[in-house]
């Protein structure tokens, strides 16, 4: 199908991901949507940037460990960026990104704040009271890079999160299929209306981490969900090595038909109205 091309390459964007129940596929859906962006778009310039903002679980530092990405700050991500000594407001995030290589010359490659270096880097994270304004300030400073910017935020709903939110353009929620999915993700929705930031979310996104069945549509269409990620255990295991899976898996071709059909501006290289 042609797309007319919006005239709009490598444009900025921020999204952070919102898990309803733990496990949902958040960090997952973060790092899968990252390769298929870098994938489509990296070649002509736009940066793909991924964080780890979930302090409590850090499901992207762990699922990056074996990504081939190097930093040269010896302590890097939000730990490093916490213990600069430079003023909170012009504090220089890119010198704690990692430079993610995937191995295609053609492409711009990612970059990726974690949590930090190390084992449970999250548990020598401040813990009084400033690390809301630290994540703020590594989000804005992150924003200003003026890539695609997906922040994992997991299940958590804690100040950290909310602090995310305010200053991301939107919010796309992860959750199990389900009934009680769909409750949960109510619950998500109403945490984040009671704090002014509903009107960013997106959508949810419907998973099924354990194939457990086949992912069904919301109870009404005004909840229908915004993508149906279907199971793809072989797709979830490239991830986790830092490679796209194929572009005929599941999990990649619902990814970008998904993209494709809601943010078309997202994955334009300029040839999209050529296709
Ligand atoms: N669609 C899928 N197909 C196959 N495996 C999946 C899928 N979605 C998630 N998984 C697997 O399920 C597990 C949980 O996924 P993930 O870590 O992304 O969830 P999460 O919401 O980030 O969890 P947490 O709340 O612990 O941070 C991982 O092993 C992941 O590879
Ligand atoms: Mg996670």
Redesign the pocket.
């Known amino acids: 199908m042609a797309h007319p091309s919006t005239g709009s390459i490598g444009v900025p964007h921020s999204v952070a991901v919102l898990?309803a129940?733990?496990?949902?596929?958040?960090?997952?859906?973060t790092a899968a949507a990252g390769l298929v962006v870098d994938d489509a778009v990296g070649r002509v310039g736009q940066t793909v940037i991924l964080m780890d903002a979930?302090t409590d679980?850090g499901?992207l530092t762990e699922?990056t460990r074996y990504w081939n990405a190097t930093c040269e700050a010896p302590k890097d991500g939000l730990l490093g960026f916490a213990e600069d000594r430079v003023e909170l407001a012009i504090r220089p995030v890119h010198r704690y990104l990692r430079h993610v290589h995937t191995g295609d010359p053609r492409r711009q490659d990612m970059a990726l704040l974690p949590l930090g270096p190390g084992d449970k880097p999250g548990e020598r994270l401040p813990t009084d009271g400033t690390l809301q304004d630290i994540v703020g300030a590594a989000v804005d400073g992150l924003v200003d890079l003026r890539g695609c910017l997906i922040v994992?935020c997991?299940?958590s709903r804690t100040p950290v999160t909310q602090e995310v939110c305010e200053r991301v353009e939107h919010i796309i929620l992860?959750g199990p299929p389900d009934p009680a999915g769909a409750a949960e993700t109510a619950q998500l929705r109403t945490w984040l209306g009671e704090r002014g930031l509903d009107r960013k979310v997106l959508g949810r996104v419907c998973?099924?981490?354990?194939?457990t069945g086949p992912c069904t549509a919301g109870p009404t269409a005004a909840e229908a969900p915004l993508m149906l990620?279907?199971?793809?255990?072989s797709?979830?295991a490239d991830?986790?090595l830092g490679r796209l899976p194929d572009r005929g898996t599941p999990?990649v071709r619902t990814l970008y038909d998904g993209l494709l059909a809601r943010w078309p501006d997202v994955l334009d290289d300029g040839a999209m109205g050529a296709r």
């Open positions: 898990s129940t733990r496990g949902s596929g958040a960090t997952l859906l979930d679980g499901g699922l994992d997991g299940v992860v998973n099924d981490p354990q194939g990620l279907p199971y793809d255990r797709g979830a991830v986790a999990l």
